[in-house]
């Protein structure tokens, strides 16, 4: 049996009528917890002595004198209490894996539970410090394979300069794992989160954001909200496998609005992948962009499609659908190509292999294989090139025949129609 060591300044404490015997040193034994050690500033003490000093704190009569004491206390919890402790846990080789240090700790034998209060300290991995630690209270299990902290917990990795706070922490050594829960919120010079729960492999260098998750960024600045988003923090790269949100700003106004059923975020290239069911919406000019995924690019102000896209500008009533596209935010133009089909508000259309469409201008530029169709009037016309506005049917159609140039001038009803 491993007794606590201690100087003379330690005091122990119980209860009124509270039975103390050996079994009470058990949870602070190196048996008991593989390495599990008490650090206090008291002196040595064999357990006679302990005894003593228990009993005279209680006040009571000693539990040996008379049977009756003895049962009477039986039901009632067993309480040992130090000063100035330090708690330590250590692996099969020695290595610690966690330290915690309290000026006040308290063992409760039927609990089979320690428990420190207002701790600091470190957790360890491979032998070196990874986080700090500190909290209200602390609870250990005997059994030593998990630290438990409740109470304003705040956590914090010195090297990449992560703050973890919420009110419990878990601490899982043989997992690399250490679970920050109940109120999240990690800040970063990078990013800041709020969750309910976040999940940090610390070999992995990851961090688990579930529940609720609000995440945001400096650079470039946006803000992310889903249910969960993993952090990948060497690669500086944010990941979610469930649909969400994701706002840009620019002075702090959004800009663009872009959202999905999973997404990948590059903070270092500041591009953001959208993927199944993958929407960007634009302030300026009112634009919608959907397709099943896209790439955006923040820095360059650009978004990107191989796969079908549809591109709804709700000022003009104007749909695009083609094959692939790419805008060109900052300076409103879109390059569409494959099976282009614009169609207007009065189902006017123009459909082309190739479309170049200025937003600002409010203009069309098309090529290849030309199918231009009006309603009222009805016409129709094909071609090689078009340019125009489709919204006021304003639209010039030419013609590459060997035969000789043909230009059709296309111009509202109300005009007329000349060749």
Known sequence: MNYPKCRQKQRVTCAKKVQINQ????FFSLKSLSSLQLKANC???????????????????????SPSNEADSSPQESNLTF???????????????????????????????????????????DGKPIYQIQAETADIV?????????????????????????????????????????????????????????????????????????????DPQMQMRTEHLIWHIEEEKLISDRPIEIDRYNNNQITDRGKGDAA???????????QKNAQLELVDPPTQIASESMTWDMSAETVKTNSPIKIVQRAENVTVT????????????????????????RSQSLKSNQLTWYLDKKLLEAQGNIVYNQIDPPINFTGETAVGNLQTEDIIVKSGQSGGRVVTEIIPQDLGIRN
């Open 83 to 125: 000063f100035d402790v330090t708690l330590e846990q250590a692996d099969e080789v020695g290595r610690p894996v966690w330290k915690v240090r309290s000026k006040k700790a308290i063992y409760t034998k039927e609990k089979q539970l320690g428990q420190a209060e207002n701790p600091v300290g470190e957790l360890y991995q």
């Open 43 to 65: 002196f040595y003490l064999p357990v006679t002595c302990l005894l003593l000093i228990g009993l005279a704190a209680c006040g009571g009569t000693s539990p040996i004198d």
């Open 264 to 274: 990948e975020v590059n903070l270092k290239t500041k591009i953001a992948t959208i």
């Open 142 to 218: 005997q059994d030593g394979q998990k630290l438990f902290l409740k109470g304003k917990i705040v956590a914090t990795d010195p090297v990449n300069g992560i703050v973890l706070r919420g009110n419990e922490l878990e601490w899982l050594p043989q997992e690399d794992l250490l679970i920050v829960r109940n109120q999240l919120n990690g800040t970063h010079k990078q990013l800041q989160a709020v969750a309910q729960e976040a999940r940090v492999k610390t070999r992995e260098q990851r961090i688990e954001f579930s529940g609720g998750v609000v995440a945001q960024s400096v």
């Open 322 to 345: 083609a094959n692939q596209g790419e805008m060109k935010i900052q300076q409103k133009i879109v390059n569409l190509s494959g099976n282009v089909n614009a169609v207007g508000q």
């Open 23 to 26: 079994n009470l040193f058990r």
